[in-house]
């Protein structure tokens, strides 16, 4: 098993591979989408290099974008940012 | 706020960045290099900074450890209120840069153009899924089409198959008496040959077809499946990602910002890749789309002549001038077809950020009408996206930057003298 460690995302605590982007750890944690548009359509990662902002999220209480940050032991991740 | 001093800024660690940053150190001078990404390498080499497999990475990301140059990743760079002076924004907190001279390596994004569904999660750019696999996004066992423009489109199967994913398609816009011609132009290009060569060998067995194209994207909280066209052919293929990108633009929003002159969508630069306006250079893909060899020829001139030393660049101008011959070669042969103007329809949203739609944007004489009408590209992209669609769609000019170049946080404002321009409404 590769290593794994433990975040909260939306207050719920769940292990993601440790060697990878929040946005990588949301998907393998079985989240198909980090956001909800002006008209409630569920949104997800889609450029991967920080250009449409659709894979934003609240991290440790700031706005991130996923695709960029590299999850960390004990990170506060809420989706909907 | 904090702040570095520097006599040469580095913006953007990838292959163009590493090798300025790195040449200008050799030449003697002192650089700082910094990226918004957690690690260097651009979008090439991602995830090659722990453990490099390719060639070149492993030379290049080698040099920099080994290097003096000065490293901060995790930064956006948001403005540039004073010569001289950039301000970051990042995991961090803000970072002030004061330096004598700017390198601008900031790369390229795909051209991502709107299609009935292509705002369902699992729809990716092409490249976009490729580097979000090689940071750890989970494709192993999954059915994944992969449509669009360009040579990109085999990197990113090669990777994601490699990755464990399933190919099932392969769709590329352009026909096949472009892609035989794109393919004779390699034989000037004995690494790219290579290249091509062992592509073919990791794509073995996956059906590439060309003049096909994506007409719509279906699914319910994600896709499901993709219909293909070609001409009036149809093909519905049932899948779990969509992998979809036009080909690649210049990044030009840090060089616009500084006034820089472009030319044909690209940052102008001299022999010595200095732009328009003095003390800045450019390197990479955004004075054109080039390649990862154009990315290291352009950046180890750029660095050398940003260090005064510019004649120790010698045997990267030779190279320089072998990748413009595949860079024209690439730009000839990848010519978007005309049906890709009418895949949208009224109701498909065209502004990811704000949900505008195409049949509200299609009304509008252009860019400036459609923002203030609209809010057309005021969303947190900034029009990166969308904008490069409506230059597509109906041929109009992206809007000229304004500071900040991405939203910041409020603390980036405090201390810069543009504060007279409060960071753009986020909502
Ligand atoms: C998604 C994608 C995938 C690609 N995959 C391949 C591939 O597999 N094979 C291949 O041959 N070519 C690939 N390419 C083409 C590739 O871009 C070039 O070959 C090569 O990486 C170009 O190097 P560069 O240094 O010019 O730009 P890049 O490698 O794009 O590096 C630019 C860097 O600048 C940083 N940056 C941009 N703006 C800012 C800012 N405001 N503040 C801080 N940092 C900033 C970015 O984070 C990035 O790391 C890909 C391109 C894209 C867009
Ligand atoms: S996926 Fe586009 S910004 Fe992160």
Redesign the interface.
Known sequence: MPPELCVRVDGVEIQV?A???V???L??AGF??TRH???G??????????????C?VRIDG???LG????VREGMEISRDA | MRELRTEILVVGAGPAGIAAAVSAERAGARALLVDMQAEPGGQIWRGQWNKATDPAARQWLGALRASPVETRYGLRLIDLPAPGLAVFDGDSGPLRVRCERLVIAGGARERLLPFPGWTLPGVFGAGGLQVLAKNGWPVAGQRIVIAGSGPLLLAAAATLRGLGAKIVRIAEQTGWRDLAGFGAGLLRHPRKLAQAAGLARRLAGVRYRGNTWVAHADGDDRVRSVTLASGSHREQIHCDALAVGFGLLPNTDIARALGCELRDGAVWVDGHQHTSVAGVYCAGEGTGIGGVDQALAQGEIAGCAAAGRAELAGAALARRRQSDRFAANLRRHFVLRDELRRLAEPDTVLCRCENVRYGAAATCTGTREARLQLRLGMGHCQGRICGAATEFLFGWNAATPRPPLAPASLACFTATSSSENPPQDPT
């Open positions: 591979p060697e990878c982007s946005a990588a750890a998907r393998s198909s989408s548009s002006l008209d359509t569920p949104r997800a990662a889609c450029c991967g290099m920080g250009v449409c902002f659709e934003r700031v706005e991130r695709c960029l940050v590299r």
